[in-house]
């Protein structure tokens, strides 16, 4: 099954240090098969809104920046227990914050 | 999906809980037992003992967790554990055996200077895939074992994705271990180029197997079994990764990647199979199909002009159905020509089925039925639904309808799964004509049957042959329709090889139907055949092939029988065989006759039998002589001492192990082996 896991950004600059421990843990995921994608996120974008007919487009960036998402990682994984054993070592690297994992459905 | 991986009596607490260790455990195990047994293996050197001593750094995880809290780095801390039992075990083995000695200091030494969480070597989760895909095992046996040992798999639930009872995995598993010591194949990869070819090979089609199973279950209920599919995309990237410079390992992924892309649209909501070129390409997982480009790029990467392998063809017809944006803008003739390709490389005839649908595409059906008809006589597909299938497809593209009809319903017959039985029932009777006239064949054969006066063995007897004139043609052929020609290709494919005794048998059975039914002369083009008055029978091959995938075959009956049936030579000329009569390069040894020579199963197995003896009897006894009786000194094994293999010791195994085989129950004569 696939699990979704967002990051929500945090003030802290990331170090050198920060960025090896992630590239490894990336590089030990894709290996075992269990990451299929992965990315960050820009901070500014463009929103859009539709009601009744209307539909409304704003440039980016929004006031509520806390609750935007900053990063995302797509994982096969065999059970909820895996993703979230894989998130906790995540959280483990990078430190403050939060993240969420939910459940993939489809294509 | 979170079953424990506990051995029997500990139970968990909460089960379902989020933070149950228990689950965490189960989670973790899954993702590291690969590399934690990996590691161990290398250390103790026998593959089932590394396995129990990380079993036993599971129950430690499981009584420390739940006081303790889950570790920091739970993968690390199984490794550590399970390393320092290992150690221990070594230590108490107590051999004094040098080089355990020192691998016990060493770990000792790492301890101290703190590196004993160190990541394992990725390389030992690679050499453990070699090992559990180790051809002296029987397929079954390699792909239970591989689940197990490098999927973290529970024997409930490979028995599951099987659909067989976990005793009968946990014996099989059980068996690949022995098999693996009896045959003391070791931890290291080999050397030698061309086995490590044959040992990728091994490995690369036990994966593709399980993926199989998992993308078109051969039996069953369900199309899908997707957690088989899902275990075999993890070890062929794994496999990718852990050997990037094979081309054949990137396009095994990329094969799978593109297949299992589909896997969405390939089942209607009612569960029957979509046909690729029906298929919505929107339910296409976009994500998949360009993780197997990115590894078809990475195969031809890596490819350096060597000419291209079984699973980068097979990976390239894949990718060349990915690209076109719908099923009418397939490259047909790219596709023709690649399984053209596949076809010089692996002349099967099921590669040939293939081709010729690609080429009904490309050329039109015509063309695809030519070539199909040309396998319509292959003993191999006897029993193949996709033939009748294809055929069905074909005559029924062409309007050919009335022939088409009996074509899905003989593959429907043949299918052993219930949702494609379905959907082949269904295009048949699409093509329903009106009601036959007169009766069809399924009711003469069951009139047949039931008459009076037959005796049981009669009616067994002729039974056979009916049933297997009833899945030629289908049941709801018009028996009146029967023709002399088509009983002679269904007797030549279904019985062409068979011993002149069965032949004669069923063409009794069929004449007897035939004037029965006022069919005429049905039998007219078979001959009758000369039975040889005593002549030994040759062992079938499907019960044969049950006999080499016994699991826990021992290494030297597997040899030696493996021996007589490739060569034909005489029981006794073989057990005489010394080692230094057999030349391994050219496939032959000396006798005084003259020379034996046999096919890649016996060379696959000799060398593992011969180990490191350069003189001796080559098939040898467990035991030593007593005192009372000395054999002859060319009859010892010059170092151990131990007796040649004796034909009655040798009669006596083969008999007991084939007693179940034999429709008799007295067990087989090994001469049987030789004889075709």
């Known amino acids: ?107 | 999906m979170s079953e424990s991986i506990l051995p029997a009596g500990v139970q968990p607490a909460e089960a379902g809980h989020r933070d149950d260790p228990h689950r965490t455990v189960d989670a973790v195990w899954k993702r590291e037992s690969a590399k934690i047994i990996g590691g161990l293996t290398r250390m103790v050197r026998d593959v089932g003992l590394a396995e129990e001593l990380a079993q036993d750094a599971l129950v430690a995880a499981l009584e420390q967790w739940p006081r303790s809290g889950v570790p920091e780095s739970p993968g690390a801390w199984l490794t550590a554990i399970a390393k320092r039992r290992a150690v221990d075990h070594i230590r108490r083995a107590r051999r004094l055996d040098e080089k355990h000695h020192q691998l016990a200091h060493e770990q000792d030494q790492k301890e101290q200077r703190g590196r004993f969480a160190e990541e394992p070597d990725q390389d030992d989760a690679l050499r453990l895939m070699f090992l559990s895909c180790h051809p002296v095992l029987p397929t079954p046996a390699r792909v239970a074992l591989t689940l197990r040992l490098l999927g973290g798999l529970t024997a409930g639930e490979i028995a599951r994705a099987f659909l067989l009872p976990e005793t009968a995995i946990t014996r099989r598993i059980a068996d690949a271990k022995r098999g693996l010591a009896e045959a003391r194949v070791p931890f290291e990869l080999p050397d030698d180029s061309a086995e490590l070819a044959d040992r990728l090979s091994s490995v690369l089609e036990v994966i593709y197997l399980i993926f199989n199973e998992g993308y078109s279950a051969t039996s069953g209920d369900d199309l899908l079994r997707p957690g088989l599919t899902l275990e075999a995309l993890r070890l062929g990237r794994l496999l990718a990764e852990l050997a990037p410079d094979e081309p054949e390992a990137h396009a095994l992924a990329a094969l799978m990647e593109i297949q299992e892309s589909r896997s969405a649209a390939r089942t209607s909501p009612s569960g029957e199979p979509v046909r690729l070129h029906e298929q919505s390409r929107g339910r296409w997982d976009p994500l998949l199909i360009r993780r197997g480009f990115a590894a078809m790029l990475r195969a031809r990467d890596t490819q350096h002009g060597r000419p291209p392998g079984p699973y980068l063809l097979q990976a390239a017809i894949a990718v060349t159905h990915a690209q076109a944006r719908t099923a009418e803008d397939t490259d047909w003739p790219q596709i023709t020509a690649l399984y053209e390709a596949l076809e010089r490389l692996i002349p099967s005839p099921v590669v040939r089925l293939n081709r010729a649908v690609a080429l009904s595409m490309a050329r039109g059906p015509e063309a695809g039925l030519t070539l199909l008809d040309t396998l319509t006589t292959d003993p191999a597909l006897r029993d193949y639904h996709l033939l009748p299938a294809a055929r069905g497809d074909l005559l029924a593209k062409l309007g050919r309808y009335g022939e088409a009809r009996p074509e899905f319903d003989r593959a429907a017959a043949l299918t052993r799964n219930s949702a494609e039985r379905a959907f082949l029932s269904r295009r048949a009777q699409e093509l329903a004509p009106a009601e036959p006239e007169g009766p069809t064949l399924g009711e003469a054969a069951t009139a047949f049957l039931a008459r009076d006066g037959l005796d049981a063995s009669t009616v067994r007897a002729y039974g056979q042959t009916l049933r297997r004139l009833c899945t030629s043609f289908g049941d709801r052929y018009p028996v009146a329709d029967l023709t002399a020609d088509q009983i002679t290709r269904t007797f030549t494919t279904a019985w062409g090889g068979a011993a002149a005794t069965t032949w004669n048998r069923h063409r009794s059975a069929a004449r007897s139907f035939a004037r029965w039914a006022s069919l005429g002369d049905l039998a007219a083009g078979l001959e009758r055949r000369t039975e040889p008055p005593s002549r030994t029978l040759p062992i079938p091959p499907d019960q044969l092939a049950e006999l080499w995938s016994r699991p826990g075959l021992p290494l030297r009956e597997h040899s030696l029988w493996r021996l007589l049936h490739e060569s034909g030579a005489t029981v006794k000329a073989v057990l005489l065989l010394d080692v230094e009569d057999v030349d391994l390069d050219d496939r032959r040894a000396r006798t005084p006759d003259g020379w034996v020579t046999w096919r890649s199963g016996t060379a696959r197995l000799l060398p593992m039998l011969i180990a490191d003896r350069t003189r001796g009897p080559l098939f040898l006894t467990d035991r030593r002589p007593g005192p009372a009786r000395r054999p002859r000194d060319t009859d010892l094994d010059p170092e151990t001492g131990r007796v040649r293999l004796s034909y009655e010791r040798a009669e006596y195994v083969f008999k007991r192990t084939t007693t179940s085989l034999d429709p008799a129950g007295d067990g087989w004569t090994l001469s049987r082996l030789g004889t075709w």
């Open chain 1, 1 to 107: 099954m696939r699990y979704l896991m967002t990051t929500k950004p945090t003030d802290v600059a990331p170090d050198e240090n920060l960025f090896a421990a992630m590239g490894a843990f990336v590089e030990e995921l894709t290996a075992s098969g269990v990451l299929l994608a992965t990315g960050g996120l820009a901070p500014n974008g463009v929103r859009l809104v539709s009601s009744g007919d209307e539909i409304t487009v704003t440039d980016g960036p929004f006031a509520e920046a806390k609750e935007a998402v900053a990063g995302f990682a797509l994982i096969e994984v065999r059970s909820e227990e895996e993703a979230v054993e894989l998130a906790r070592r995540f959280r483990r690297i990078v430190g403050d914050g939060e993240s969420v994992i939910q459940q993939v459905f489809g294509p």
